[in-house]
């Protein structure tokens, strides 16, 4: 019998992560496991951890409780009416393992003492394995250029954080660019509102992920694993790290259409979109810092599966009454034989948080499976899942498939 | 240095063969190969024909000239302005190698008339290869029942041709009906309009092209290669063959959208497409007969790719002011985790003849490297061109395309 | 103070009449009034009945309870979560003035009975007007001739009726066409086929309510008040009749849509259209013979108000997973200065019960305030609510509008 | 007989110019007079300018000739092939009357400069009425702050003009704001930022019209006729002005579609709008300073049509490849009855030149009437050509519509 594997989520309250606590719950009740790639015959014969072995904790600045969340969600449309009595039971265990971020007075040691938080986790719930997910908020870029581990050491002790800082802040430019030096000393802060951080709070729960033996895997487009530092330290813990930023919604559909325009020599001349989504997501992206990150990794995908830059804005829209449902219309001016100009254009309107909740399962079950088989450093075979995957060129959809279907069935 | 390749096409007065003539013109005037896949890197070092060493000819009921349908395709937009002064010449040589469809008195001589045409031009022009490509008005379905060749031959001889009959017939129903016997002897037609063909016209082009030891591939979704004595008769000459039914359009985007939503594990409850046409091939299809077989073959993608039938009807409108400009409207209502309902919507603006000719060009030269390489039968690794490809059930393009590329680098 | 009005609804089960009721009552229970017309400013000082002094009642030959309709409608949707509960009281009232269609044995007794019911219902509930309102099931399209009242009293007595038949029958061909003779004497009965009824169910009902003192409005596009005999019915009893064919969705944009088409002088070349519904509507309007009585009066709209026929389908399909829901695309192709051709395509995406039931209300309150004023005959001024307005031409939107304002200001 | 009048274009050489200018020509040729709204039967008997009785004429700073600019907009599409050839004679006669911006030291001078060309323009081609037209390219806002017409004397005199300044500057800021002092003396010249004119040369266009006893009509959203200044130097010249902002694409629906749902009285929660347009327009509006100019004026529909502020980005996208035509996709979200979310999308492909040109034709001829008919000040009853139209709130095309035939017809 399968041992339990414990997954942890970094915003362990939002949207994202409370649909995938709340839908683990329902397929445990019996609702159909739609959206779950992993649950289909492909990958019926590698040893995946089954759906109701996963127990979830994480960590969350806000402290609004999961059942609060959950009826948010019943009556945003996001889950089905009725949802919140079935699963009570099973809500109040997560609540259990959610925690608010510690305090501490220097990076280096937030991120034991979120270490900690983990191990206890892991211990409390005798899991055999132990997968982080990063679900929290996106954060604006950040500039991150230690020369190696020790440098990166040095610097976590000298950054020096307020209280309740690393849950809130939104650093960007953090630590010494490039240059290979620590942090500003005593500035108090390298980002735009002054952060002395050495790392954004995302690379930070990477860290803590490694110390305490746990995959990471990042959901956002947030700094985390981008930082060449932060992978060495998975690398000397031997762990596996993943990412970055889920493909649900435009992104995925671009990267079944823009190989169909190469396949057929079709050459692209611009293309335009127009993102208006709502929800907490929303809300932050509204910030055009936070709304950066999100366009870089969108823009990734396009620019690596024509070959080229293609000219076309991206914009991402804050439109309140949406809720958690996302409009996306794009707009592809082309061209065929003797450069005759043609048009596509798409609208996709779905529900951000119910596409990404069974991707998270999905990340969870093949990332124990990464750790079970020993897998060490980036885990580009995951890239099926991401708009920028991490050590990996491949964007196009059927290819990335194919290649995670390669991976689970190899051994 | 290469040899000469005859490309010979039925309808060869209609849009895509002409845009096809014209435009291999162009691309010697210096026009960039747009569309031509064949053209891409991938397909470099496999010794393909040269577009500038094919010779195009034809047989077509209609007896416009093409230097009108280049005017007309100029005028519709679908060819560049002044395109018809610069390729005068080109026009006229391969107007020289257009042939009204000889008259008969039966179908197994109109055979024999149809291949001696095509023997006459590979002679007349030294080629090497001779691919013939159905590239003629849409036919309705027919049902076509001879347990082998022998049975053919005889019902051949007994059908009577009225004059010029086979050249604008549209038969359904010809040949018994998987009764094994011939067709009703003496009965004057076994069509809706009284067609005492053994075999619709698509059907007689495949066997002339077979007897004048040509390739023979399907552009179109008419009879032509799907009863399975066709097939025996190409494999008998040792001859290959390959189609059905260029997707250009919606099917084309198809055909990367629902292996989306099958990798992705989202439930697909309904698919409805409208699909807005004009043109010469619009007025066809505007006869819900012969739009009959179009559907035909368009509804096999999706059943295949979603793994089963989906509700939703797919609409074939003539409108005649769209001329050459063909626009779809597809709207798939799926559901993702825990049943939420979302929708992704398409808007295809295109011209088919300018998507359609250039992969005519790479049709061409694909098959006359089949030949080449004495390859005998089905031609499935060309699925990526098709509708309904012959003898695959794969439907997903880059997973066809691949597979194309697969072939092609082999040897 | 007010008295009472009363609301006689065909169809009373269904769900336009279904959201009619609720909505009244959570109304009651403070709900903002969107999509109510007759609460905006311009209709304040016109005496008109408050929603809360409506009362309703109705036939229908189903008799699943109002309240499983409800819970069917917040299920879907159309109706917010917990209104079920809320409104109990009110629905229970309501379900006490619901009568299954009375049985007879001729049309002309049905008649009577009907008025019966309607009477008493005016009774009961001390009404001082009563409106009849038709939003049952589409009927076939049917042609009825009588030349005069006379005869078509003659035809009423002479037809007899099945048991239950009225109810359920989907007539069509009613009466002697344009003969001026009654119905087949004996035929016994009106079916679809060989349908021996004088008249068809709506006509029926529209007579009815005429017996009954009522004003009569059709929301269907039945044949209800089309044949001359049934206004002549409506103008002998001295009471005002409307109609038909509410226009909520697609036919609602193109009215505003077409009238900036000819104000601009763009010439319209092609308009097309395909809409795509669930529910009970839509599985009526899945018989080709209902959809036709649709399709007709949605083309009316674009005929009048472009001055001339314009090419273009317009496709009803029925794609049940989308439940009350209704989406409908538009294509539009047209033409500016010197020919140029340009495009404009729209989606919409709406919930047909929640558009049309506001419209009930206010039709129900606008035909009383006629009652009040003595108005007999046409309502031409309430053409703004309809797709195929009843003795009126105007089409555009706001000009319907403002003809509204005007009637309602007027005394 | 009609004696001629005179269109006197600032922005000659652009597109919206030369598509009037050879648009009349074509029509004189024979051409169907397509978006022209004034050639309807209800502009019959008023007495209207023939359009072959317009003689062109205006300011451009560039010196491109027209025959390269109706060769460039053949070539685009805009204009249809061959017509470049059949008006060469129009186009000579129209270049005659193209003047370059005039040279001056003083904004007061340059504009009794550019007066003098008018007046010119006039005499030498014996005109009965001149009306001006600024088709030129999209200014910056600027804010203008003179309290009477003599302290706007007064900058004028003192504010020095760069030599060419006025024609190629993009003057934001001009004047004292608010203040009623004159424009910072000395400063040599308006620019971006520190514009030392008094007006920017869009006001400077009006007034040299006004003193030339010119109509004047701004097509655009710049400055111009916007501060009361520049209102009152025409009411004490005696003339009419018109404006701002021609209704062509997005704005012309949303004022059809927002009255729509004002009608109906269903609430709009969000209007999303994006625009992709080519041309030399598009590139103009890719400087946000511009673009805010366009945006304001776009705004300004929504709001007051819906009754107050929308939530809702409008974005302008310069997307070059789509050279002369636009591409608006509009999401609108608004709910019925109960708060029943729904959503209507709509996409716009319109060739921007073409829909403008027709316009100029009627406003010039509408204009030509004014003078005419003596009228001074502000012409409102031309604000269904507008999407900020002047002395107006009504943005209901339909109502603008109607309140135009009624002031054509009045007399
Ligand atoms: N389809 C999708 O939903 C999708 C796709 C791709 C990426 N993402 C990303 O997933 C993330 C979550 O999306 P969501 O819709 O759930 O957002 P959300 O705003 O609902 O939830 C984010 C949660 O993160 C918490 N948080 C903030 N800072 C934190 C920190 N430093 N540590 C731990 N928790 C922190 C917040 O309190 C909040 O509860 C976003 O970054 C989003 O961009 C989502
Ligand atoms: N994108 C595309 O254009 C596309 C895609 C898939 C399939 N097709 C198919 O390609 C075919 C050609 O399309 P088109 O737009 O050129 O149509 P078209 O109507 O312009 O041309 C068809 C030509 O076939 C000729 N013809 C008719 N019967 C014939 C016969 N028995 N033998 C020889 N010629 C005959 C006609 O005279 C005409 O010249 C159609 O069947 C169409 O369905 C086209
Ligand atoms: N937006 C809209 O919803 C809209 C707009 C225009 C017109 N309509 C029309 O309104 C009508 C009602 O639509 P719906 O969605 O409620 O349909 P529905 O199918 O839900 O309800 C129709 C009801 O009519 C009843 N019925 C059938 N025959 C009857 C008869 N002879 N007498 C009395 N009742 C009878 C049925 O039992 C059913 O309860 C349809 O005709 C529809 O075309 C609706
Ligand atoms: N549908 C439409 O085309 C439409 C609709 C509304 C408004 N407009 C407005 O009409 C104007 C013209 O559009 P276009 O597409 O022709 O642009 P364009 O860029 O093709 O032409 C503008 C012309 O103005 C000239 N110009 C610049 N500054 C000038 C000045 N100070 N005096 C005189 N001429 C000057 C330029 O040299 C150029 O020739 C723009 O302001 C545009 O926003 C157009
Ligand atoms: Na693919
Ligand atoms: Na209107």
Redesign the interface.
């Known amino acids: 019998m399968h041992r339990r594997v414990g997954v942890w989520l970094f915003g362990a309250r939002g949207s994202v992560a409370t649909?995938t606590v709340a839908?683990a719950a329902?397929l445990a009740h019996g609702?159909?496991?739609?959206?779950?790639?992993t649950?289909?015959p492909a990958f019926a014969g590698a040893g995946l951890t089954p759906i109701d072995r996963l127990v979830f904790g994480g960590h969350d600045p806000s402290e609004t409780p999961l059942s609060k969340q959950v009826e948010r969600l019943v009556?945003g449309?996001?889950?089905?009416?009725g949802?919140d009595g079935l699963i009570a039971a099973e809500l109040a265990e997560t609540e259990r393992n959610l925690v608010v971020l510690p305090v501490a007075d220097t990076q280096d040691e937030l991120v034991r003492r979120m270490a900690e938080d983990i191990r206890a986790f892991r211990l409390r719930n005798d899991l055999e394995h132990v997968v982080a997910i990063n679900v929290a908020s996106t954060e604006p870029p950040a500039n991150v250029g230690y020369a190696n581990l020790a440098e990166l050491r040095e610097a976590l002790k000298a950054s020096r954080v307020r209280s309740g800082q690393a849950s809130r802040e939104v650093s960007g430019q953090a630590g010494p660019q490039g240059s290979g030096g620590a942090g500003p000393e005593g500035s108090g802060g390298a980002g735009p509102e002054g952060s002395g951080g050495a790392l954004p709070a995302s690379s930070l729960a990477a860290l803590a992920a490694f110390e305490a033996g746990a995959a990471y895997v990042d959901f956002t487009p947030s700094t985390s694993i981008r930082p060449q530092v932060v992978r060495d330290w998975a690398v000397e813990r031997g762990l596996p790290y993943g990412g970055q930023d889920a493909k649900t919604g435009e992104t995925?559909?671009k990267?079944?259409?823009a190989?169909?325009f190469t396949?057929?020599?079709?050459?692209v001349?611009?293309w335009?979109g127009?993102n208006?989504l709502g929800g907490g997501d929303g809300a932050t992206l509204a910030d055009p810092r936070a709304a950066e990150s999100k366009s870089v990794s969108k823009e990734r995908v396009l620019t690596e599966l024509l070959g080229g830059e293609v000219?076309?804005?991206v914009?991402i829209?804050y439109?309140?009454?949406?809720g958690d449902w996302k409009?996306a219309?794009d707009?592809v001016?082309f061209?065929?034989?003797?450069?005759?100009?043609?048009?596509?254009?798409?609208?996709?309107?779905?529900?951000d948080s119910?596409?990404a909740?069974?991707l998270v399962l999905d990340l969870a079950r093949l990332s124990a499976l990464a750790l079970e088989r020993g897998h060490v450093g980036a885990m580009p075979f995951l890239g099926?899942y991401f708009k920028d995957p991490i050590e990996s060129t491949e964007h196009?959809?059927?290819?990335q498939?194919?290649e995670l279907v390669r991976w689970v069935q190899e051994c």
Chains 1, 2, 3, 4 share one sequence.
């Open positions: 649909t839908g329902a609702a159909p496991p739609a959206g779950v790639v649950e289909q009556a449309g996001v889950l089905p009416p949802l995925l559909v990267s079944v259409l190989p169909m396949a057929r020599a079709l050459p001349h611009a335009s127009t208006l000219p076309g804005e914009h829209d439109v309140d009454p949406l409009t219309w707009h001016m061209s065929g034989f003797l450069g005759v100009r043609m048009t596509l254009q798409f609208t996709w309107q779905g529900c119910a596409l909740a069974p099926f196009a959809l059927t290819r498939y194919d």
